[in-house]
């Protein structure tokens, strides 16, 4: 119970009785978490392995929910369910690889190793875009690594992070080790708060904005937390004159109208070469006009929801009419279907420049940006000038100009002639502000655990 002199105005209340519900959490996880710590590692991964297979097995209802929570298409939260899955079962295996190392000793009767063990008690803190695959994505490893996770989904998807969690309860997961802490979006920071500044969390995980990071990363500095920080992306696709066209156009689809371009590393900015610039803004807009449908993501052949709030379109339609206000041309689309509804046409605009806003920061709706470049130099220029660098596209046929160009890019992801770059076994992750860490992969084990180095000095010889 919440002391009676706490209690006061209304939103206060609530916002106290956030951080009670998350303080509460954090002490109940301190226990939880030292007792998982000691199930063998084995046991451990065993547990995630039901978990994975329970969420396959119910891969219909949680993409149902998803799809009426959020929006995208049943098809594509299908396939959202598929790669949350691919998270728990990569680490369940990873779990078992968690090897030390040996190292030369300083003397004859020394020896000296390494071993790794959990961090403790993990936080993180999930968006709505893709609420079951950021949440498996972090919960994975560091379930695998012997850490509790508290979780707190994004305000606008809280069903679908509570579906998939009593699934992990269901294969034997304790629900104190991994809880879900939902708030209302206007309260929802007290909960960010207590996770970032109680001294018993000792690592926060966070997927959105920047901005969002940025405070996170302030409040977590205070009891110098650890952090994975996978932030804001303004992604170049860039399209060279020796490119497999309709390759790349494929690439595009895949890349920016996934989930009506809600996605961090959905490509933002098109960048194709002078020679190949009409044919591949021909191809775009028939490929746009035959395979993108807008509408209810529950019925067949839809590929394009809705955007998430009216923010969200609101923010869409200023970019597309500052770029139009600026001399951009408009392709297609360019409109939201109905004026009080949340679906956003499937847009592409050409002659945009580097000065409209629409090349300077994340769009997050279906708008295809098309900026024309002349040389190779050019086109790395202009790509790297964010510093929001999280994926990258290039699509070429010349095999020196992938090694130069992969390796100038400076982004932390680079996507060579696909669209489609994300997977359980890859570090995910971006430089500069777009983040802190790598997700995925054995890099996705690591950031979970603590390197303890051993200096064992044997007996005299």
């Keep these: 119970m919440l002391p009676l002199e706490t209690i006061g105005p209304l939103p206060s209340c609530i916002h106290l009785f956030c951080c009670w519900v998350g303080h509460q959490a954090v002490t109940a996880a301190t226990k939880a978490q030292r007792d998982w710590a000691r199930v063998p590692v084995k046991e451990r991964a065993q547990k995630l392995k039901r978990w994975y297979h329970l969420i396959m097995d119910n891969e219909d209802y949680l993409a149902r929910l998803m799809t009426t929570e959020q929006g995208k298409p049943l098809a594509e939260a299908r ?12 680490f369940a295996e990873e779990a078992l690889r968690q090897y030390g190392d040996t190292h030369p000793p300083g003397a004859g009767n020394e020896r000296i190793y390494t071993i790794h063990q959990p961090v403790g008690v993990c936080a993180c803190i999930t968006p709505w875009n893709f609420p079951l695959a950021m949440l498996t994505r972090k919960a994975g490893p560091a379930l695998a690594a012997g850490c509790a996770m508290l979780a707190k989904p994004a305000a606008a998807t809280p069903l679908s992070a509570q579906a998939i969690s009593a699934l992990a309860y269901e294969a034997g997961i304790p629900e104190a080790l991994f809880p879900v802490l939902t708030c209302d979006h206007e ?18 995980s966070f997927t959105g904005s920047t901005h969002v990071g940025s405070i996170l990363m ?7 937390k650890r952090t994975s920080m996978e932030l804001g992306g303004n992604a170049p696709f860039i399209v060279m004159d020796d490119a497999d066209i309709p390759a790349a156009v494929d690439g595009a689809i895949k890349s920016k109208f996934r989930n009506s371009g809600q996605t961090c590393i959905c490509a933002n900015r098109f960048f194709v070469q002078d020679a190949v610039h009409d044919r591949f803004v021909q191809l775009l807009h028939d490929a746009m ?4 449908k807008l509408g209810n993501g529950l019925e067949d052949g839809v590929t394009q929801g809705p955007l998430i709030d009216e923010s969200a379109v609101q923010k869409v339609e200023e970019l597309v009419q500052d770029a139009l206000d600026k001399g951009a041309t408009l392709v297609a689309g360019g409109r939201r279907v109905e004026p009080n509804a949340w679906f956003f046409e499937p847009t592409l605009l050409t002659d945009v420049s580097s000065e409209m806003k629409i090349a300077q920061g994340e769009i997050f709706g279906p708008v295809a940006a098309i900026q024309r470049f002349s040389t190779e130099e050019e086109a790395l220029q202009r790509a790297n000038s964010t510093e929001l660098g999280l994926a990258s596209y290039l699509f070429t046929k010349d095999i020196d100009r992938v090694y130069r160009m992969s390796e100038g890019l400076e982004f932390g992801m680079v996507g060579v002639n696909t669209g489609l770059i994300s997977n359980a076994g890859a570090p995910f992750g971006g430089v500069k502000q777009a983040g802190v860490g790598r997700e995925g992969g054995s890099h996705g084990l690591h950031e979970y655990t603590e390197v303890k180095y051993i200096n064992l000095k044997l007996g005299q010889q």
């Design 79 to 90: 396939g959202e369910v598929a790669y949350a899955a691919s998270f728990v079962d990569w």
């Design 187 to 204: 309260h929802s920071s007290a909960i960010g708060e207590e996770l970032t500044t109680n001294p018993a969390v000792r690592k926060i």
């Design 218 to 224: 302030k409040q977590a500095a205070g009891t110098i």
């Design 289 to 292: 006009r035959e395979q993108l």
